[in-house]
């Protein structure tokens, strides 16, 4: 099992430009999420999905879009990148809501920068 | 407002020492807490949750919903401990809030 992968590890954008974080996950899990870590202020949730086709809003979704075409796979689209949303982004999945029953695993990150 | 406060950034011990990393929350519902672990270039992972009422690598954590408290304690610090640690409150039935994180640091 390769777990939770993210893609790409590193990005640089420019304000105004648009990009999507890529999640999968091969554990057939059921809740995926992405988080936003910002220096000590700990992680914010920003978009979750319940299942395929479910998806719904966090703490922090302005300027975010997901969505959940299958199982595997959770996309995050960043649609006009601000400075603001420069970032440590971590996607997690578990097979029950939120881990509350399980053990939620995490992604590696993704390292964004917007100029 | 749901809120989880971990009130210190660091806490620095000499090993063998007891540890006891503080968190509290704010929830009107009935909580669910956990304990995450970030190792140095590691993914954030599962320390423990309340509802099993586990000891995981000599940590335990106690939910007193009187002080609105679950902190995390181990008798006795081992430098492997070292890492950032997260406490997380599950609300709404489906979401987690993080507070902030307390880095521990275990001195030889």
């Known amino acids: 099992n390769a777990g939770v992968t993210q893609t790409p590890k590193f990005q640089v954008l420019k304000t105004g430009q648009s990009m999507t974080l890529q999640c999968a996950q091969d554990?057939?899990?059921?809740?995926m999420s992405w988080y936003r870590q910002d220096p000590g202020m700990g992680l914010r949730l920003i978009h979750y999905?319940?299942?395929?086709?479910?998806?719904d809003q966090g703490e922090v979704p302005n300027g975010y879009n997901v969505s959940r075409s299958t199982t595997e796979d959770f996309p995050l689209r960043l649609l006009s990148a601000a400075p603001s949303q420069t970032s440590v982004y971590f996607c997690?999945?578990?097979?029950?809501?939120?881990?509350?029953?399980?053990?939620?695993?995490f992604g590696p990150g993704t390292r964004l920068t917007v100029l | 407002a749901q809120r989880v406060t971990q009130p210190e950034k660091l806490l620095s011990v000499f090993k063998g020492a007891p540890v006891e990393l503080k968190c509290n929350y704010s929830?009107?519902?009935?909580?669910?807490l956990f304990w995450y672990v970030q190792y140095s270039r590691q993914r954030l992972q599962l320390l423990l949750r309340?509802?099993s009422r586990e000891s995981i690598k000599g940590f335990t954590a106690d939910l007193n919903k009187g002080e609105t408290s679950f902190h995390l304690k181990k008798p006795f610090a081992q430098e492997e401990d070292s890492a950032m640690y997260y406490c997380a409150l599950l609300y709404n039935t489906d979401k987690l809030i993080f507070g902030t994180g307390t880095r521990l640091q275990v001195f030889p």
């Open positions: 929830y009107s519902g009935s909580p669910e």
């Open positions: 309340h509802i």
């Open positions: 554990m057939n899990h059921e809740y």
């Open positions: 997690a999945s578990s097979y029950s809501r939120a881990g509350v029953t399980d053990t939620q695993y």
């Open positions: 999905s319940v299942g395929a086709g479910i998806t």
